[in-house]
C-alpha cells in the first residue's frame, strides 16, 4: 500500500493531469470555464465564492512555499524549525476558517436551491467533495492535530518532485494526514475533467485589457 500511494499513484495522477489537461483545452475549449452560477443566486456567492477563494489560494501559496523550500534552507535563513512550524500553524489557523465558511456557504446554496441543485453536474459534486476532504483534513490538522509535516511529507513531496520519491518518509504520518495527501493528487487528476480547470485561466492580465466601450443609448433616438 506505502508503495502504491506514495510512488505510483502521484505519478498517475500527475501524468492524468498533465495530459488531461491540453486534450481538454483542445477537444472541448468551449468548456473551459468556471460554469458560473451567478445567474441563479448571487448573494451567497457573493460572500461564499469570495472567502472560498481568498483563503485556497493563500492556502496553495502556503503549501508551496511549505513543502517545496527545504527545511535547510530555512535554517540557513535564520528561521529555526520551531518558528516554521509556529508560522505554518498560525498562517493555517487563519486562513483555515474562510476556506471552511466559503465552502460551507457553497455546498450550501447548491444544496438547498432548486435551480442550483439540478444544474450542478456529477463532475461539480465531485470536485466539492475533493475540495471539501481536503478542507476538513486541513482543518483538523491546524486546530486539532498539530503534526509537523516539515520532516515527513514535505520532504516526501520534493522526493517525488525529484523523481526519486522516499515512500518510507510517510510510513509513521498519521492517517488523516495522509488522506489530505492522498485527496490532493486525486484532485490534481480529476481535475482536467471538470470546472476546476479554471484554475489554468487566471486572469491575470485582466486589469491591463482594453476596456469594452459600450455605445451610450439614448431613449430619444
Ligand atoms: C486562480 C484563481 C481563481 C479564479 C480567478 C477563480 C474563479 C472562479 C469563478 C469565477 C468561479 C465561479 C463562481 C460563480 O459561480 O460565479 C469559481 C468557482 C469555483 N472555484 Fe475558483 N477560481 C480560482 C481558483 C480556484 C482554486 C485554487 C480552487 C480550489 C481548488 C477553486 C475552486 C472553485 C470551486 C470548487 C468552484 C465552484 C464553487 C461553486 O460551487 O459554485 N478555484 N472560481
Redesign the pocket.
Known amino acids: 500500500m506505502n508503495t502504491f500511494f506514495y510512488v505510483i499513484y502521484p505519478y498517475v495522477c500527475l501524468s492524468i493531469m498533465a495530459c488531461g489537461l491540453p486534450l481538454r483545452y483542445l477537444y472541448a475549449p468551449g468548456q473551459w ?7 441563479f443566486e ?1 448573494r451567497l ?1 457573493l460572500w ?2 469570495t472567502m ?2 481568498v483563503g ?2 493563500l492556502s ?1 501559496g502556503g503549501h508551496v512555499v511549505g513543502l517545496l523550500i527545504p527545511s535547510s534552507l530555512f535554517a540557513k535563513m535564520g528561521i529555526s524549525h520551531e518558528l516554521h512550524v509556529r508560522v505554518a500553524f498560525v498562517a493555517g489557523q487563519a486562513v483555515a476558517p474562510l476556506v471552511l465558511t466559503g ?1 460551507g456557504l ?2 450550501y ?2 444544496l438547498c436551491l432548486p435551480t ?1 441543485r439540478c444544474t ?1 453536474s456529477a463532475g ?1 459534486w465531485l ?2 467533495a ?2 471539501c476532504v ?1 478542507a476538513l483534513t486541513g482543518g483538523y490538522q491546524v486546530f486539532v492535530a498539530h503534526v509537523s509535516a516539515f520532516d515527513t511529507v514535505a520532504p516526501w513531496v520534493q522526493s517525488v518532485l525529484a523523481l526519486s520519491p522516499q515512500p518510507e518518509l510517510m510510513r509513521e504520518v498519521p492517517l488523516f494526514l495522509q488522506i489530505h495527501v492522498i485527496n490532493g493528487f486525486t ?1 490534481a487528476a480529476v ?1 482536467p475533467f ?3 480547470v ?7 492580465t485582466y486589469p491591463v485589457a482594453a476596456p469594452v466601450l459600450y455605445r451610450q443609448r439614448y431613449e430619444h433616438l
Open positions: 470555464n468556471a460554469r458560473s452560477s451567478q445567474f448571487r456567492l461564499g465564492s472560498f477563494h485556497i489560494l496553495l465552502l457553497l455546498i446554496r447548491r442550483l450542478t461539480d470536485a466539492l475533493l475540495v481536503a484532485l481535475l471538470t470546472r476546476l479554471h484554475i489554468f485561466s487566471a486572469p491575470v
